[in-house]
Nanobody, 121 residues
C-alpha cells in the first residue's frame, strides 16, 4: 500500500504564507507526478500545482506567481510553498501521487487524507 502523509496546513491571515509538505511511503520505486489539489465546500476538487519526475511544473492560474511546487525524488516528497495567501485559497488541500510504481504493483494514483488551509481576511 502507498500512503501519502501531509503536513503544514493551518490558519493564516491574508497576505501570509504557508508551506505544505507530503511524504509518500510504501516500497516505492518511482512516482511519475506528485502535486496538490484543493477542495472548498461546494466546489469540485481542483488542481493547484504538480510536478513530474522530469521537473516540469504545472500550476493553476490562481496559483501562478504565488505558489511554488517542488519535489525531492530521492525522498518521495512534494512541497507547496504558498505566499500572498488570499481568503479564496481556503480549502482542504490534498496531496496526489500519479503513476506510482512499487515493488509489488503499479497504482494509477494515490491521495492523501487532506490538510485544512484557512486564510482569514
Amino acid at each position: 500500500q502507498v500512503q501519502l502523509a501531509e503536513s503544514g496546513g493551518g490558519l493564516v491571515q491574508a497576505g501570509g504564507s504557508l508551506r505544505l509538505s507530503c511524504a509518500a511511503s510504501g516500497s516505492i520505486l518511482s512516482i511519475n507526478t506528485m502535486g496538490w489539489y484543493r477542495q472548498a465546500p461546494g466546489i469540485q476538487r481542483e488542481l493547484v500545482a504538480r510536478m513530474d519526475s522530469g521537473g516540469y511544473a504545472d500550476y493553476a492560474d490562481s496559483a501562478k506567481g504565488r505558489f511554488t511546487v517542488s519535489r525531492d525524488l530521492a525522498k518521495d516528497t512534494v512541497t507547496l510553498q504558498m505566499n500572498s495567501l488570499k481568503p479564496e485559497d481556503t480549502a482542504v488541500y490534498y496531496c496526489n501521487a500519479y503513476g506510482v510504481r512499487t515493488v509489488d504493483t503499479y497504482l494509477y494514483e494515490s491521495w492523501g487524507q487532506g490538510t485544512q488551509v484557512t486564510v482569514s481576511s
